[in-house]
């Protein structure tokens, strides 16, 4: 089938339009590179020996996408990655999280509706699950919009908005993909995740540690209710995550549904940093600091349902991730941006030169 991905340049866009390709689908990505590089598709392209039209533009310019989608017509699918991510930011800047992400949702809903596509795949998170008690975590464990941060609330309010427009046309297949914690790189080393600035999340932190760009990984918190004190959560290698993508649209029947994807293993912050001094073979400097505000202790998923339904486990482990994240960031210590700058330079030298 051929797949439209929204936001399909970023870390985990990237890593699916590869696997979607693998497995003998076509995709087509939109993306407004606020906070990917195109350099990720010119890679994708590498890998797979395939054209991959992107089309630049905020994905809330429907006139823009749907002019994309008839271009490429027809489209069968979306998957729907594009969106802000950074807990933080969507506190202090909640009414851009929700213009944002619900504006490009109902975007997209409605570009599908206008072009007859009938199968949606969406990347919610486990953030919905809030401050829950019970582990590990179900698809029927309480989830509410009464969560910590307007981030996560966006992903509930659009799972709720899947369900409603899933309900009110009967043609329509809504799948959310409820993500635990990706982490890892293509073992190629070629593409990976790449954010801009400090990163706020513990993996690629340890990564550019453990390069030489950060000085030492800060361990928020090591007095939780936790075998070693650190927090525990569900590390999950991008490429299972993304051959879960492959399995939730193959499987899309009409309806709504809701997967976790995650591995069901809980992973201490301490087991991690570890983990990834094994891979890269040298030692990572830390630091205890105090808890982060709006932590949870533990977070890990009991992943039987998308095991049950869709046929898909993940099978890669942290060292599996720790060793392809490593490969990725020493092989591209300034992420996509060295590369992305040399091609651009090349460019503009052949250029210079044609135009001489
Ligand atoms: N941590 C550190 N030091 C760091 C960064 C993280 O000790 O520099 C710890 C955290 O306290 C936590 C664990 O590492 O125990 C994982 O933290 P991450 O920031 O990597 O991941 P989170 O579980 O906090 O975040 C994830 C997703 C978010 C989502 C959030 C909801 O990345 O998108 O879960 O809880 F919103």
């Avoid at 271009?71 to 909640?94: C, M």
Wanted: charged share 20%; with cysteine.
């Amino acid at each position: 089938m051929r797949v439209l991905l929204s936001g399909g340049a970023g870390y985990i866009g990237a890593h699916t339009a590869l696997a979607l390709i693998e497995a003998g689908h076509h995709v087509i990505v939109v993306d407004d590179l606020s906070n990917s590089s195109a350099e990720a598709i010119v890679r994708v392209q590498q890998l797979s020996g395939v054209a991959v039209p992107l089309l630049v533009a905020d994905v809330r310019d429907e006139p823009a996408l749907r002019a994309f989608v008839q271009a490429h017509s027809p489209v069968d699918a979306v998957i729907h990655f594009a969106g802000a991510k950074a807990v933080g930011e969507s506190v202090a800047d909640p009414i851009r999280y929700y213009d944002v992400n619900l504006g490009s949702a109902i975007a997209v809903l409605k570009v599908m509706a206008a072009e007859r596509i009938s199968a949606i795949v969406f990347s919610s998170s486990a953030t919905v699950y809030g401050q829950s008690e019970s582990l590990p975590l179900s698809e029927s464990s309480p989830t509410g919009i009464d969560l910590a941060n307007p981030y996560g609330k966006t992903k509930r309010i659009i799972e709720a908005i899947l369900e409603d427009a899933a309900s009110a046309d009967p043609g329509l297949a809504a799948i959310a993909l409820r993500y635990f914690n990706p982490v890892g790189a293509h073992p190629s080393g070629l593409i990976g995740e790449d954010p801009s600035g400090v990163p706020n999340n513990l993996m690629p932190y340890v990564a550019r540690v453990a390069v030489g760009a950060l000085e030492r990984v800060g361990i928020f918190g090591d007095d939780y209710d936790t075998p070693d004190g650190t927090g525990q959560r569900d590390y999950i290698h991008v490429l299972d995550l993304a051959a879960g993508h492959v399995a939730a649209l193959e499987h899309a029947r009409a309806g709504y549904d809701v997967f976790n994807l995650g591995t069901g293993v809980p992973v201490s912050v301490l087991e991690l940093i570890a983990a990834f001094e094994r891979a890269a073979g040298r030692s990572i400097p830390t630091e205890v600091l105090g808890r982060r505000p709006g932590d949870v202790a533990v977070s890990y998923c009991d992943p039987s349902k998308a095991g049950r339904v869709l046929d898909w486990i993940a099978s890669r482990t942290i060292d599996d991730a720790c060793r392809d994240t490593w490969r990725w960031q020493s092989r591209n210590p300034a992420g996509y941006g060295s590369a992305a700058d040399r091609r651009a330079a090349a460019s503009g030298s052949q250029l210079g030169a044609g135009a001489a």
